[in-house]
């Protein structure tokens, strides 16, 4: 009886525990559905637009003394919307022919560029330690206890009371207002709704004022929970409305809303009665420890695999066939014969120049640079293979790289194993890796298997790091998960300049085997796949076991070069080189490029370690100019994050990517030119 | 003559709705065998069954004497099963000649990884000279380095064929070719189909639409009606058949 009692009241308390955040999740979840069903974005965007609220609403109250209520107004309800309304009408508007992965990728841009555009433009820092506070005073610090058992501060009253106000608003709005009523009507197919006359794209623009002020409110409430304000914080809390919203199968209301707060719930639930049963079970504790804070990817993997209702919405998505029309071949092959050979002359002879040049006169700081970015172009060739060839989004590169790099580490430091064998034992667990992975996710395709490679990023990276026979534990905190530099006979690749011909080498070999790749079946079969589904299958292609095969592919090559990546750092460097977000940013990197070609993926590796020493601290301009700077610069690195996020909007236009895109229009005009020279000259020949 | 596909009792509902019930189906190795019906007849259910991308609630499909189960699209496919769609099916940014090489390297499986690391994933001048003959036989030589983005609908059909011929059927699978295409391009279709048949003597299960395409290609036909096989037997009797012509011809004038 008394065992009984204590799990009711136990129960009653993490509803209680649960359903603030859980009304805030689902805020953000009514936002989400409300803007991919009118607009077909799956804006994973809306994390950041939510940590720009409330850190603007932190700026006005706590920097600027503003009261409540201006900066509520400011930041919830002026910014907000505004930056909805921006997005909507610059961006989103004109993808709403694009294939649901190139818009993914467009937010996943936006998730990336928008809190480092909003940090460059207020000053904006986050300051460790200073929790933001919330829409009214006292906020964390009065409770309320009515039924004994659990204090609710006054924050979290708020947060329901807004989340209840928001709600019912919605509610009535759909119901009583004919702005609703043409909501409803988008909602459900806006191509219908434009026949009987209602303009959906401004019921679309309002939608995403809407959906972005509830993600803007869903920000300052949820704020207080946190101790520091930080970008990837609120990035958590749209995978969690994703996966509420995916319990609604992205098409209820009514689901999202349920699903946000029994989520919240049931999060509470678990991180009450999970802790109990593991004390029976010891070996499963440090699972439980990680685990509490993962939840949400948890659970997001979990639906996601498990929903039957959304394998069924599965379709075929190609994320560079997705416009109309599709992408013509890449441009080497409409050039005439003479230019390919000029080019081919000129580059060799450039990569000699700056090879020979970076080998006898750059010191350690550039070295470490051009490494740097050599090696993770052997990451982004993982990148190539997965999205470039098989037409598959993966947000989850980083963790394959971290499984290369943590094996190198754990190789070297218990058995004492040479490190370069340990990168190859790496390459091949994290291909075996990526090969489980793929199992469950392919079923999904397009968006979901993205967002489903994003639930298994954060869970890697809150639970499977954390263990002592993965990311070293807590002796790692200390020592740091040191690496060493190989020797192999008579060179010692300590000195850094033998380790950039090592990492070169390296680059060689795999994009020459990526390129047999492309070639070869693998790569035929990939692109008859990526072309129509049903007709490969038709002629004898197993889309399972080709797919499969480029995902264990890929990871083997992401699985090597994080090897490498840890070999020339001497360390893991988990944080700064592997989390998902830095692996988010890869993804938009390579894709904004160019996702197909091996120079790709070498230009995204130069642009992620260099373009902010050379650019953006002006030593390219130094070098040129003997000294002379433009004056803007340096300008902060956050800049990489705001340009390259925005590139990703160029490549949902032209999903060639942005070196395609230059070499194509350069090819056309050279072809142009030399074509009209070459009629001039025959004409005058013939003329008499 | 030897029984090639036989599908027997096949039923297949939707949500209630009988789509199929109890339609069994047979074609000889080398035939040619048409099925036709109205509009819901229940055409491409039993077409989809056959090739697998619907499982039948009751019946078997076997393919010369081997059951086919619960055996996925492409392992059909390896076992013989070639076809085309209603709506062309195509893989884009490829050159004719490239579609017919991608079908002819994968005859046999979809080939090893490490055949590829090693440069030998290629394919070799015979495949290429294979493919070269279906294109002969297609006439479709002159189109092969076209894109195939830049083919008419009717050209984009025969690059169907051509593939589904490259993988080597033994029953060639047609879905509504005709359709979309007009007068002259059918027969053209038609004639060309004719050729390569008598050229290769695979069997045809053809679903169609167009009475005088069925009336002229196909030896046999079949004829569903709201999921039931109504008639069957040679294809001129079928089309003077009183039940048919009431269920689907109406008084269409047929056969000339």
Redesign the interface.
């Known amino acids: 009886m008394f065992l009984a009692a204590s799990t009711g009241e136990d129960l009653l308390r993490a509803v209680l525990q649960g359903a603030p955040p859980g009304s805030v999740y689902a805020l953000i979840a009514l936002g989400f559905v409300l803007t991919y069903k009118t607009s077909g974005v799956f804006n994973l965007a809306f994390g950041a637009q939510a940590y720009v609220s409330a850190a603007m609403y932190f700026q006005a109250r706590t920097e600027w003394g503003w009261q409540v209520v201006p900066a509520l107004i400011l930041a919830v309800f002026i910014l907000a919307p505004l930056i909805g309304l921006v997005l909507e009408r610059l961006i989103f508007r004109y993808l709403s022919n694009s294939s649901a992965v190139a818009k993914l990728v467009v937010a996943i841009g936006l998730t990336v560029a928008l809190p480092s555009l909003f940090e460059l433009v207020t000053g904006f820092s986050a300051v460790a330690g200073r929790t933001p506070t919330g829409i009214i005073p006292g906020g964390s610090s009065v409770f309320y206890d009515p039924f004994g058992i659990y204090p609710i501060s006054r924050d979290e009253l708020a947060q329901m009371a807004v989340a209840m106000v928001g709600m019912a608003a919605l509610g009535a709005l759909f119901r009583f207002s004919s702005l609703g009523l043409a909501l409803r009507a988008v909602v459900e197919s806006p191509r219908m709704t434009e026949l009987s006359g209602i303009n959906a794209d401004r019921v679309s623009a309002f939608a995403w004022a809407l959906s972005s002020l509830f993600a803007g409110m869903a920000g300052v409430l949820i704020a207080p929970r946190f101790n520091t304000l930080m970008a990837p914080d609120f990035f958590h809390l749209v995978i969690v409305a994703i996966a509420a919203a995916a319990i609604g199968r992205l098409a209820s209301l009514p689901g999202a809303l349920l699903g946000g707060l029994g989520l919240g719930i049931f999060i509470a639930i678990f991180n009450t009665f999970l802790p109990r049963w593991t004390a029976d079970h010891g070996w499963l504790r440090p699972f439980q420890e990680n685990l509490t804070p993962s939840m949400p990817f948890v659970i997001l993997f979990g639906v996601l695999v498990c929903w039957p209702a959304i394998r069924r919405e599965r379709r075929v998505v190609d994320p560079l ?1 997705g416009v109309d ?5 890449l441009a080497a092959s409409t050039r005439n014969r003479r230019l390919t050979l000029a080019i081919r002359v000129f580059s060799v002879a450039f990569l000699c120049v700056v090879g020979a040049t970076i080998l006898l006169r750059a010191d350690v700081r550039w070295l470490f640079l051009v490494t740097q970015a050599v090696i993770l172009a052997i990451i982004y060739l993982s990148i190539t293979v997965i999205t470039g060839f098989a037409g598959q989004i993966s947000l989850c590169q980083g963790a394959f790289a971290a499984v290369g790099a943590f094996t190198v580490f754990q190789l070297a430091d218990r058995y004492d194993l040479s490190v370069l064998a340990a990168a190859l034992v790496g390459a091949g667990l994290a291909a075996v890796v990526g090969a489980l992975l793929s199992l469950p996710v392919l079923r999904l395709g397009g968006v979901w298997l993205a967002i489903a490679t994003l639930a298994f990023a954060f869970f890697f990276d809150a639970v499977m790091v954390k263990f002592s026979w993965i990311g070293g534990g807590g002796t790692s905190l200390f020592q740091g998960t040191r690496v060493p530099r190989p020797t192999i006979g008579p060179w010692d690749f300590a000195d850094d300049r033998l380790f950039l011909v090592l990492a070169v080498v390296a680059f060689t070999v795999v994009s020459f ?1 990526v390129i ?2 492309r ?7 990939l ?2 796949l ?3 589904e ?10 399972v ?2 797919r499969v ?1 480029a995902f264990a ?1 890929s990871a083997a090559i992401a699985g090597f070069g994080g090897a490498l990546l840890a070999i020339h750092q001497e360390n893991v460097n988990y944080q700064n080189n592997f989390s998902p977000t830095a692996a988010l940013f890869w993804l938009v990197l390579v894709v904004s490029l160019s996702a197909r070609t091996i120079e790709g993926a070498a230009y995204s590796g130069a642009a992620f370690s260099l373009f902010d020493s050379l650019v953006l601290r002006g030593e390219v301009f130094r070098w040129i100019f003997r000294g002379w700077v433009p004056g803007i610069l340096p300008i902060s690195p956050k800049w990489r994050f705001v340009l390259f996020g925005l590139a990703s909007i160029h490549f949902s236009r032209h999903p060639e990517g942005l070196v395609e895109y230059g070499k194509r229009r350069a090819t056309r005009r050279f072809n142009e030119r030399f074509d009209s020279r070459e009629r001039e000259r025959a004409i005058q020949e013939t003329s008499p | 003559m030897n029984v090639l596909l036989d599908a027997t009792e096949i039923t297949k509902s939707f949500s209630g709705i009988r789509a199929l019930d109890d339609v069994t189906l047979r074609v000889a190795e080398g035939e040619r065998v048409g099925l036709i019906g109205p509009n819901g007849a229940g055409k491409t259910t039993l077409f989809n069954c056959i ?1 697998g ?1 619907l499982r039948p609630d009751a019946g078997s499909v076997s393919l010369n004497g081997v059951d086919l189960g619960s055996m ?4 059909r ?2 076992m013989g099963m ?2 085309t ?1 209603q709506r062309i ?6 050159t004719v000649a ?1 579609h017919l ?3 002819e ?3 046999r ?5 490490w ?8 394919p070799t001048s015979d495949e290429i000279r294979r493919c070269g003959e279906v294109l002969d036989l297609l006439g479709l030589t002159d189109l092969a380095e076209e ?1 195939i ?1 830049s083919l008419s609908l009717g050209q984009g059909r025969l690059v ?1 064929v051509g ?2 011929l ?2 080597g059927p033994r029953l060639l699978l047609l879905d509504e070719p005709s359709s979309g295409l007009d007068r002259t391009e059918t027969d053209a279709l038609a004639s060309t189909l004719a050729e390569i048949q008598r050229e290769k003597e695979f069997a045809v299960l053809l679903v169609e639409h167009d009475v005088e395409l069925v009336a002229a290609f196909t030896e046999r036909t079949y004829v569903l009606d709201f999921g039931h096989l109504i008639a069957d037997g040679p294809t001129g009797q079928m089309m003077a058949d009183a039940r048919v012509r009431n269920a689907y011809l109406g008084d269409l004038e047929v056969g000339r």
Do not use: C, W
């Open positions: 066939g029309p599709p992408p013509p071949g085997l047999q790749l070639e070869g079946t693998t790569g035929r079969v692109h008859a990526r072309g129509s049903m007709a490969a299958e038709s002629i004898g292609i197993s889309p076991r080709a095969t592919v | 090739l991308n996925p699209v492409y392992r496919a390896r070639g076809r769609f099916e195509l893989f884009g940014d490829t490239e090489l991608i079908a390297r994968v005859r499986g979809n080939g090893a990884l055949k590829d690391l090693l440069g030998r994933g290629r894109p983005e169907e593939r589904a490259v993988t």
